[in-house]
């Protein structure tokens, strides 16, 4: 049995490098193990032909369609990206022209639900173990707010999952996938989502640092300048002059032509200066608020770590406890094997479904389907019989 798998997380202003490039595959093909490159250039984007900047079109979309007479925050959520996919089985014989109409069914879902023209992009990624898409979400409100706790609160998360469950029916799907499955997934997902932001942080630092490093070296060849400025104390000069006419002095030429030299360039020099400071100043702070990103990261990445184990833990604990019971019960086995494709085909009746053998994980559960279907046909002819018998005796009373 196949299930929709529909997942969201929340990028700011900064994410959003690191966001394009996993999207994109710009940088991490190299890096990522469970990437295949020679299936990359199968993956494709159902709203750009080419590749885009993500924080430029994101940002100029917040610009035009967001009403407000404060500064956004900087750290105010910019994009909300959603994880759609299936189970993977559900993919298994799927033909491309299919999977694709899958895929595009489902942003349309999105784009009906929080607007058309908040839905920056649609990357599908066929190169990885299951086929799967990213879609971005701009979180403008109908108030044109920026506000993404406004809209994705837990009321519409739950309605959420529901409301695209019942739009995958007609794809053979189930809502949800099992939790200990679909939160390993989801976390395997964000781990590598974060080793790809905190390299991005990493090579960003660097550059800065590279930066700041050659504007230092600028300074100092300033100061250099500077001393030699400093040349013009160094000048012998004789005054010339008394009581009788105003002073004045005397140089070399030499000396003078260095003298108007020095005066031409001290003006630059200063100012030149001047803007050195202030860039250094810029990229020093920048490096700070880098490196503050990428404790924030990595501390992300360790609480995740150990969300993974506690879910690791949890998973075979379920498994164990499986295994425990089946083993307890295997007498029964059979016997629950039939009820359970009882149970499964009474569902499928009640969502109106067709039975489709795929439903069905052995030849038990379709005897047991097959136990359902037979009730489910004499409970219809009795039913039927009924209601002919009341129409007779309604008959024969009109006669009377």
């Keep these: 049995m196949s299930y929709i798998i529909c997942n969201m997380r929340k990028f700011k202003n ?36 080419q590749m885009i900047d993500y924080k430029a079109i994101i940002n100029e979309h917040i610009s035009k369609n967001v009403e407000t007479n404060r500064a956004i925050r900087k750290d105010a959520v910019r994009c909300c990206s959603f994880m759609i996919s299936a189970s993977p089985e559900f993919f298994e014989g799927l033909s491309p022209e299919r999977e694709k109409a899958f895929f595009q069914s489902n942003l349309a879902f999105l784009q009906e639900r929080y607007g058309k023209e908040n839905v920056m992009y649609a990357a599908v990624h066929k190169d990885e173990k299951t086929p799967h898409m990213h879609v971005g979400v701009v979180p403008i ?7 993404a706790k406004q809209i994705f609160n837990k009321v519409e998360m739950k309605q959420l999952q529901e409301a695209i469950g ?14 200990d499955k679909k939160y390993l997934e989801m976390n395997e997902f964000k781990r590598e989502a974060l080793k790809q932001e905190i390299k991005e942080l990493e090579i960003q630092k660097a ?52 003298l108007k030299s020095l005066a031409r360039s001290a003006d630059v020099l200063r100012k030149e200066n001047k803007r050195l400071e202030d860039e250094n100043r810029l990229e020093r702070a920048r490096s700070e608020e880098l490196e503050k990103a990428r404790d924030r990261l990595s501390k992300e990445k360790t609480a995740l ?38 149970v499964k085909a009474y569902i499928l009746r009640k969502m109106k479904m067709p039975l489709y053998k795929r439903f069905f994980g052995s030849e038990l559960e379709e005897t047991g389907a097959g136990q359902y279907l037979s009730e489910e046909e004499q409970n219809e002819k009795k039913q039927k019989e009924a209601k002919r018998s009341k129409r007779r005796d309604h008959g024969m009373d009109m006669e009377r």
Excluded at 238 to 248: M, T, W
């Design 14 to 49: 900064a994410d959003l490098k690191g966001l394009q490039i996993h999207n994109q595959r710009e940088k991490e093909s190299h890096t990522n193990p469970d990437i295949d490159e020679s299936r990359t250039k199968l993956n494709y984007d159902l709203l750009h032909q």
């Design 141 to 147: 409100t109908k108030e044109k707010k920026l506000s």
């Design 166 to 179: 019942r739009h995958n029916e007609k794809w053979g799907l189930l809502r949800g996938e099992p939790s």
């Design 207 to 258: 550059e800065h640092e590279q930066a700041s490093k050659q504007i230092e070296e600028r300074l100092e060849d300033l100061k250099e300048a500077a001393y030699k400025a400093g040349a013009i104390d160094r000048i012998e000069v004789k005054e010339i002059g008394g009581f009788l006419s105003s002073k004045s002095v005397k140089m070399s030429k030499e000396d003078y032509e260095q």
């Design 305 to 342: 770590q150990q969300e993974n184990q506690e879910l690791k833990t949890e998973n075979l604990f379920l498994k164990r406890s499986i295994n425990k019971f089946i083993e307890m019960f295997k007498e029964q086995k059979q016997e629950m094997a039939m009820k359970l494709g009882y």
